[in-house]
Every structure is written in C-alpha cells, then in structure tokens.
C-alpha cells in the first residue's frame, strides 16, 4: 500500500529522502508503467518527469511550512490526434493524487458537446455538470479550440469559456484543467481568450510517431494489449500499409492504427470461421495469430473507414 506524502516527510523531518518518495507513494511505479505502455514520447516523458519534480519539491516545501513557488497546475496537451495525449493525461492524474493535490486522480473526458448548450441558459448546466464530475481530478477538454466560435453571435461557447476561466481562478484546489488539441488550433485559441492562457502553467506538446514508433506500437497493441501473435510476412505487409497511412492529412496516428487492426481482427475472424467448418477444430495459436491472407482480404473501400480514402495501394 502507498504512503502519504505527507507521513514520509514528517518521517524524515531532518534529511528528505527524494527517492524514496517516489517509492513510497507509487509515483516510482507510475512511471514506470508509463514508460513500458508509451512507446518512443521521450520528449513529452522527460517533460512531463520535470513537471512532478517541480511538483514533489513544492509539496515537500509546503509540509513544512515553507514558501511555495504557487505555480498554476493547469496544462495544455497540444498534437494531433491518437499522440498519447489522454493516455499521458490519466498517469497525470494518478501521480498529482498521490502528491496530494488530487483527491481522487481520475479524469474526465470531454468535447465542446458535452460544455455547450444549443439554447440560452443551456450552456451554464452543462458546464457545472462537467466541473462537478471532474472534481478531484482532470477535466480533459479534447479539441478545445471548437470552445469558441467568433464568427458565430448564436453560438454558446464563450459562456462555457468564462465558467471555465472562473473554476480556474477562483477554485485552485483539488480540480486541474487540461486544454488539449492540434498545436496551431490552440494557440489561436489561446491567443483570442488571453485569461486562460495565462492561467496555464505547463504546455507540453505531442510529436505525430515515424514509421518505426508506429510499427512498435503496432506489435504492443496486437501482443500485449490483445495477446494476437502475427507472422512476419503478416508484420512487413502491416509496415507497407502504415507508410502509406503517414502521407494523409486524416492519419490520427495510434488511433487510426487501432480501426486498422481491428478490420485485421474481422478478417482474421472470417478466416478463421472458414477453418473451422472445414477442420472441425483449431489448436489456440491458430485462433489467435494474424497471418498474411488476414491483411491480403483487405479492400479499398475498407481503407475508407480507417482513414478516410481509398486511394491506397493495395498490396
């Protein structure tokens, strides 16, 4: 079991032990966790490292009554889609509950949807629904920039936008705010509402992967998070694909490598059906290997819901 921050520190009340702080409260094991589930992100790791460093010192400083650097724990993830920001979000969470400057660690995510109302007085309600579920945690606010709408005198966001500003002035404790989205998007959106840029205390932004962190996190997601096996024909014939993938505006990255798989997955099923009407029966590495005729059933119009074209070469 985690001990509290606070507990070690009165513990070692002569000499702080920093190492074993971030032992003993978890944070050591969150890490890790994180660096084995993000592959390549080294950039966006070693920020994000430096942030609880920051972090931990304040606390430690604050447990024994000294002063604080009072530094905003609001932040924003900018890069485009399926980069790791949620993924990276949620181990924030974790590590600023066990500092203590979360009661709960959890996150919650939200669109423009789920904060703006369609009629007057609709907006406000749906916002401080939001707010309240988030309490004790992160509010995760994907593709924030769609918030505000200038151009639009009907549209409701800039009274989400003020709600928002309000939580974060005036209730700095227990609630963190992350904005997130494409990194030129935000930064207008940043630049026309100047009070929550400046309410922003990290800004940590999200590289798209090259083809060999796209490949490596193919293999996780189909061997650890699915426990699939694939045949290295299966695996070269995947490479072929994704290098096409990375030439589209519409590639999300991990989250396009996702649909990917899973039609992979539909013709795998299809494959194996066939098999088994004939054979009767199939040993398990049968049932759960990705081979070559898997990806070979792939048509064109398939690459329409993967990644919104069909103007790609089949193999």
């Known amino acids: 079991m985690n001990k509290n921050l606070k507990d070690l520190v009165l513990e070692q009340k002569n000499a702080i032990d920093i190492k074993n702080c971030y032992i003993e409260t978890g944070i050591d094991d969150i890490l890790l966790t994180m660096e084995k589930e993000l592959i390549s992100l080294t950039e966006v790791k070693q920020k994000v490292r430096e942030i609880f460093s920051v972090l931990l010192f304040d606390r430690i ?19 485009r889609s399926g980069t790791g920001k949620s993924s990276v979000a949620s181990k924030v969470a974790l590590v600023l509950r066990n500092l203590g400057y979360l009661t709960k660690g959890h996150i919650l995510n939200v669109t423009r949807e789920d904060l703006v109302g369609q009629y007057v007085g609709h907006t406000a309600p749906k916002t401080r629904e ?17 918030l505000y709408k200038p151009n639009n005198e009907r549209d409701y966001g800039s009274e989400a936008i003020e709600l ?4 974060m002035e005036n209730q700095r404790d227990d609630l963190i705010l992350i904005f997130s989205g494409p990194k030129e998007k935000t930064e207008q959106f940043f630049h026309s509402n100047p009070g929550i840029s400046s309410r922003i205390g990290n800004h940590v932004h999200f ?3 090259n083809i060999n ?20 024909e299966a695996l070269d014939i995947i490479i072929f694909y994704i290098s096409q993938f990375l030439q589209y505006s519409t590639f999300a990255n991990v989250r396009t490598i996702k649909l990917f798989i899973n039609q992979l997955f539909a013709y795998q099923a299809i494959r194996i059906e066939k098999l088994l009407l004939e054979k009767g029966s199939l040993n398990y590495e049968s049932l759960t290997t990705i081979t070559k005729d898997d990806i070979l059933s792939l048509t064109n119009e398939d690459f329409i819901n993967i990644i919104a074209t069909e103007n790609i070469s089949l193999y």
């Open 130 to 146: 939001q707010l309240q579920k988030a309490h004790g945690g992160i509010l995760f606010i994907d593709e924030a920039y769609q």
């Open 213 to 232: 962190d796209l490949t490596e996190i193919t293999k996780f997601i189909l061997y650890n998070e699915s426990r699939y096996k694939f045949t290295k």
């Open 164 to 167: 928002l500003l309000q939580v």
């Open 61 to 79: 400083r604050e447990l024994n009554e000294l002063s604080k650097l009072n530094t905003s724990l609001h932040m924003a993830f900018t890069g």
């Open 207 to 209: 590289n798209d992967y």
